[in-house]
């Protein structure tokens, strides 16, 4: 027996020959992950003669968007603005058909316009909260290509992108590009001389998508053409850098049609992790699923998230070669969805959850059923229990304490100690950083950096965890991960989590790494480092593009989720969790080495550790480019006649409640403390941003009454109550809530009451309850209502109702009204102050969103 075979190479020496594919894999990954094409300037390629897509164009349409236009908020005169360009550019190319058309009569083309304005109510729950949105006279541009034939507009396919931009933004990326990526395609498509859509398309460039998703839920439920649409691709972004990433897809039918583009970006662990809702974010796609029945594809640009919603969504912050990249993917789409061999036709099933996985892997697409995929891994899992089997070796009599299926169990124990032990050290560092030294968010500005803090302290722990195994096989422990992976396979996929499929990928080709080595070695000896090159290819590469994507994602995210959200621990169970994926074999290879080096190597990880703890509690969360969140209110109370100043922040970062301090000194009166408020059901104060309000940890300051800042605005804001009759002899109250507000948008009421019945929807809650309802309509709409019948209260007959309403004012949005500031009274006044004070106060480490708000409280 070999277990202290003499030409043993020592664990350096291992992991020095080994390193070409440990560092090389991993950079390939990224490589691959990363890759854009060269962008391109002509809009005609100059050798063929033909149109092609343009990434100077689109960026130059959501140039003229984000910043000729700017800040796209639904209601402002800029968002109405940004509708009239719109439609002007939908009628060009209107025009272009026509001429088109009449130069080449054989030519079978129409272009449709419509200008869709329109009032809607729809319920919209939101991170465990009940709400209801009402909007009024909101409006979409459509635009239909089709061979202008009955057939040919019977089944289409709907491609959407949003023209609005939220409260803090000026929206390039998010969602400018995806507007001009669709108006490129619209150019090349009815420009390519021979083109001809078997199936039409229906382009909906969306007005409203930011205040909760009105304008695709006035498309879904009230456009004429709304039956015909077949399948949905929606177009979003959540970044402005990488390429764009499908993270829904909702029918095997439409992967297939994925599957066509040049680029293709996806893999059913984004999908199910977004289906999920951790992510807390949603899409037009929503509506479209909800009120269409009908399945799609959901793509967003996601890397470099730390720019989504912020003032520095700026074109020139969009990566070179992403408009490229997401509009050539779009146009291939298209190209397909439209074409003779579309799969419209036959998708109208409606939608049902879809049974197939997909996968990004080596620049290749893999799609296949789940049906398939319980076949493949019941296989895989079959075959590894018999190749286990196979390879066991008897130890020596004297070494020899239990049966082989105890030692196979013992082994696989240790193995998943070592995933439990890398997620403890992992966290247990994590509860330090946070709590002890009070240093969380330390790697937030850079998405990858946390692997240099956790990736020891998840390695500690691992190796430690294997120590009360004592001495355990290197054959027996790697056949043990290969089981283990292919049964996670199997549960996981027969539960319906296609994901689960990863563990397939990278158990597959350790089955063909045991077989290698059965040739390579003798019984008796170590595992071949060949067969560990076969078996870490597949780990090492997928387990690499899962980090870039998920800490892409979840490292910015950690900036919006609050201060409650334990965002240390998330990022430390990532780097621990997707780290114990991409090592899978760390186990036997450690315990080819015995115990010794198992604990040398854990106090060398152990020290690394106290090394990476040291250099991280030295940097600051934020920068710059990679600014802290801050949210700040000039509420007057048209009740009270009082003012305050509000400021809250939306992450767990140390250091908020000194900053809170600072403002008080400097703009609230003498003397005062910084109050921190609960964020409760009872704070209206940030209703206009509810549902999001919930992540808020806000302060409130009282704000002196500065003469100058004195000019109050002129608005008649008010709530009312008309056609109100009492029936007491049914117990009920009829009414219509009236609310007008005059230069005020994004208004939002709550109150409480038991409601029988109004005109939100059809089923209130059958009881006494708290109920939200936001408004959003188009600029200039100043009236919403809403009828409803309320129960009397048996105790109480006459009892009112008290309602809270808040808005924001037009003119009042900081930076975005920055042009006509004049016009923002006192509220704008103190924001331009403010607002240079805390970049001075953070050196340029924050962005914040400044809102004028006008809120009371009327008894109806
Ligand atoms: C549509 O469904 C029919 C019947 O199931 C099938 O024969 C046809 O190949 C399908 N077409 C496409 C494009 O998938
Ligand atoms: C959508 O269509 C499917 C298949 O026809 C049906 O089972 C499902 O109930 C529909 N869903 C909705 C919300 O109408
Ligand atoms: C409520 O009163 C208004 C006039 O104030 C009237 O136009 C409207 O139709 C009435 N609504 C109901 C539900 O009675
Ligand atoms: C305005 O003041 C009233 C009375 O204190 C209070 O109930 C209400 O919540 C306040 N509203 C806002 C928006 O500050
Ligand atoms: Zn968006």
Known sequence: MSTHSPRRWGLGKSLLCLAPLLVGVPFLAYRENYALPEPVIDLTNPTTGLPQLSEARVLAHAKYLSEDIGFRTVGTREHAE??????????????????????????KLECEVWHQQGSGAHRFDMMGHRLYKTYVDLTNIVVRVSDGTQEGKQHAVLVNAHLDSTLPSP??????????????CMRVLV???????????????????????????????????????????????AGT???????????????????????????IVANEVFSSGIILSDTDFRQFQDYMNVTGLDIAVIGNSYLYHMRKDLVENIEPGVAQHMGENVLALLLHLSSPESPLPNLTAGFTKPKTVFYQYLGAFIIYSFRTANILYITLFVASAALARAVYVDPAPALRTKSALGEQVKSA?????????????????????????GKGMSWFSSERSCMLLYAPAALSGALLSQLPFGRL???????????????????GQLLGVGSAGVFALTAFPMVVATALNAIL?????????????????????????????????FVPLTGRTGEEAPAEHIIASIVAGVGAYTLPLLVPFMHRFGQRTITRATVLCTMLTAVAIAVFSMRSPFDQMHQKRMFVIHMENITTQEQYLHVAAADSAPGFPQLAQRIAEDWSVPGAVPTPMTMDAWNNDWDVVYPFSAFLTPYKFELPLKSEHLDAIDHGFAVSATNDTTDRHSGTRSLTLLVRHPGIIWTAIAFNAHVLKWTLDESPPEEYARHYVKEGSFYGHDAWSLDMVVKIPEHDPDARIAVN???????????AKVAEKAHGGRAMQLFEEFDAWLEKETAGTADALLLGCVGGITIV
């Open 82 to 107: 940004g509708d009239a360009w719109m439609v002007k550019q939908a009628e060009d190319i209107q025009r272009q058909c026509e001429e088109i058309v009449r130069a080449h009569p054989t030519r």
């Open 521 to 553: 070695t003798k019984a008796g000896d170590d595992i071949s480092l060949w067969s560990y090159a076969v078996a870490l290819f597949t780990p090492l590469s997928l387990g690499a593009q899962m980090f870039f994507i998920v800490l892409d994602v």
């Open 413 to 437: 124990a240790a193995v998943g100690a070592a995933v439990i032990g890398a997620l403890v050290g992992a966290n247990v560092v994590a509860l330090l950083m946070a709590k002890g030294l």
């Open 241 to 267: 850098t990488g390429r764009e990433l499908l993270f829904q897809a909702t029918s095997e039918e439409m992967i297939r049609a994925y599957s066509h583009v040049p680029r293709p970006y996806g893999t």
């Open 191 to 237: 420009n390519t001389p021979d083109w001809v859509p078997s199936h039409a398309i229906i382009f909906l460039f969306n007005n409203a998508e930011e205040s909760l998703q009105d304008a695709s839920h006035l498309f879904a439920t009230q456009h004429p053409i709304r039956e015909s649409v077949r399948a949905v691709v929606n177009l979003e972004a």
């Open 171 to 184: 929206g390039a990326a998010d969602d400018a590009l995806s507007v001009g990526i669709m108006l490129e």
């Open 473 to 491: 096989r290197e054959r027996t422990t790697f056949a043990s991960v290969i089981l283990l992976q292919s049964f996670v396979a199997c549960v």
């Open 805 to 815: 309403f808040v808005g924001i004012h037009e003119k009042a949005m900081w930076p």
